[in-house]
């Protein structure tokens, strides 16, 4: 059994996906640090929960008014 | 037992290679600009936003330099500037070139729309089309003016960086765009002027090659002198104030200066001290852009601690 030492070409391969695999971490991050971001600084949110909540149910004054000739 | 192992075909392309397809040092500037541009808006991004858009960016330019190096490939090879690049010395195959490009051109365009607005994001794809096809498959082999409208190109990024900020293009941002644009036919004519490269058997109509070395001179001063009215302008808007156009003013003064002492000169004079002068004035054309935007910049933080700006 004998070890030859590794081949050039090996060490520089093992930079590429070094590199690339790197790059990938960083942009997931960096995707991750956006949408934090733009969720905390985003507009006032409402999840729909299935529940009647007063802000949906249409004002009977302005639904008189919609149907009025 | 002896073993023989040949590794022939194309040569293995390390990281670096891959890194040298997005041209770095042009990233570099467009780094810079768009980053003036987007903290010079009236209106302020997150941190992180700024980081992701000046990323992304940045990662357009290098997708347009990729395809640019694509097309290319037949120039570099002749020319003894380009000649070590990675398409020409066969460290990379013309398709992985592509391919880089293509893909990054999606992602980079993508996910700046994503992170800013579309607005930022159209005007991205725009600058890469505009790089990559306007310029390097269209005019570059077709006009002496090439450069000029090549310039366009790299004018782009702090409108880019604007538009991301603010959303729309206004004056101000048009006018980040003319200083580029004013400032890239004297900046390249300079180095064509004393880098006798062989553009000729390369089929590029460089302008020294189809007009002549005293036309030349004549448009690199003609240009300075257009540039001027622009900064100005560009230092009178809510981006500049005092400070700016004090600046703007000195250095374009100087840069006038420089571009008339390439005019006033002849080829040998030239020839005899080695172009000094030409070369002076390319490098002190890379500081005036540098030192220009930066005033932008300073500008906009005194106008932030209630000092500089017009009130």
């Not at chain 1, 070094?18 to 985003?42: E, P, Q, S």
Request: charged share 15%; with cysteine; net charge positive.
């Amino acid at each position: 059994m004998s070890f030859r030492a590794p081949h050039e070409i090996y060490r520089r391969r093992f930079g590429r996906n070094l590199g690339v695999g790197l790059l990938l971490v960083g942009f997931v991050a960096l995707v991750f640090a956006l949408t934090v971001v733009k969720v905390t600084r985003g507009d006032s949110m409402q999840g729909f929960d299935h529940t009647a909540a007063p802000v949906n149910i249409p004002d009977p004054a302005v639904a008189q008014s919609a149907v009025a000739p | 037992m002896t073993e023989i192992r040949v590794f022939d075909g194309q040569p293995e392309a390390s990281f670096g290679d891959y890194v040298q397809l997005l041209k770095p040092r042009v990233m570099s500037l467009v780094v810079f600009t768009a980053l003036v541009g987007m903290l010079v808006a009236p209106v302020g991004l997150h941190p992180v936003e700024v980081v992701a858009a000046i990323l992304f960016i940045a990662l357009g330019a290098g997708a347009s330099g990729a395809l640019n190096m694509w097309w290319d490939a037949d120039i570099d090879a002749v020319m003894q500037r380009t000649r070590g690049r990675p398409l020409p010395s066969g460290r990379v195959a013309p398709g992985e070139a592509l391919g880089l490009g293509l893909a990054l051109s999606g992602i980079s365009v993508v996910m700046l729309g994503l992170a800013t607005n579309l607005a930022a994001a159209g005007l991205l794809a725009f600058t890469i089309f505009f790089y990559a096809v306007v310029y390097s498959v269209w005019l570059k082999r077709a006009t002496p003016q090439n450069i000029v409208i090549g310039g366009a190109a790299g004018a782009f990024p702090p409108m880019i960086g604007w538009v991301c900020a603010t959303g729309s293009i206004s004056l101000e941002a048009v006018l980040m765009f003319a200083v580029i644009f004013m400032w890239t036919p004297p900046h390249f004519w300079a180095l064509a002027l004393f880098m006798k490269e062989d553009y000729h058997t390369a089929g590029v109509p460089m302008l020294t090659v189809t007009h002549g070395r005293p036309a030349t001179r004549a448009h690199v001063l003609v240009y300075s002198v257009l540039l001027t009215p622009v900064a100005i302008w560009a230092a009178a808007t809510s981006i500049g104030g005092p400070l700016t156009l004090a600046v703007s003013v000195v250095l374009n003064l100087w840069f006038v200066k420089g571009a008339y002492d390439i005019w006033r000169r002849t080829e040998t004079v030239a020839e005899a001290d080695r172009y000094r002068i030409e070369k002076r004035f390319f490098r002190f054309s890379l500081l005036y852009l540098f030192v220009i935007f930066a005033a932008y910049l300073v500008e906009a933080g005194l106008k932030a601690a209630g000092l500089g700006g017009w009130t």
